[in-house]
C-alpha cells in the first residue's frame, strides 16, 4: 500500500522558517518525481516545487525562499521555506509522479500570521 504522509506544519509568524518532510512507503521511491503542491482557502491548487533525480523547480512566487531536497535512502522529501509570508498560508501536499501514476499525501497545514 502506497502512503504519503506530510508532517511539519505549524503556525508561523512572518519571516519565521518551517521545514515540511513527506515519508513515502510503498513505492520505489527513487523513480519517482517528487512534488509540493499548495492549496490556500478558495483558490486552486498550485505547484509549488519539484525535484526529479538531479533537478529543481519552482514556483517564481517562492523563488529563493523555497528549498526542495530529497533523501533516497530515507524515502523522504523536504521543504524548506523560509521568510514565510502570509500568502504562503496553505494545505501543503506531497506528490509522486512516474508516467501516468499519481499518488498524494493528506496535506499539512502551514499558517503564516503574526
Known amino acids: 500500500q502506497v502512503q504519503l504522509v506530510e508532517s511539519g506544519g505549524g503556525l508561523v509568524q512572518p519571516g519565521g522558517s518551517l521545514k515540511l518532510s513527506c515519508a513515502v512507503s510503498?513505492?520505489?521511491?527513487?523513480?519517482?518525481?517528487m512534488r509540493w503542491y499548495r492549496q490556500a482557502p478558495g483558490k486552486e491548487r498550485e505547484l509549488v516545487a519539484s525535484?526529479?533525480?538531479?533537478?529543481?523547480n519552482y514556483a517564481d512566487s517562492v523563488k529563493g525562499r523555497f528549498t526542495i531536497s530529497r533523501d533516497n535512502a530515507k524515502k523522504t522529501v523536504y521543504l524548506q521555506m523560509n521568510s514565510l509570508k502570509p500568502e504562503d498560508t496553505a494545505v501543503y501536499y506531497c506528490?509522486?509522479?512516474?508516467?501516468?501514476?499519481?499518488?498524494w499525501g493528506q496535506g499539512t497545514q502551514v499558517t503564516v500570521s503574526s
Open positions: 510503498g513505492l520505489t521511491f527513487s523513480l519517482y518525481i
Open positions: 525535484i526529479g533525480s538531479s533537478t529543481t
Open positions: 506528490n509522486a509522479v512516474l508516467g501516468p501514476t499519481a499518488k
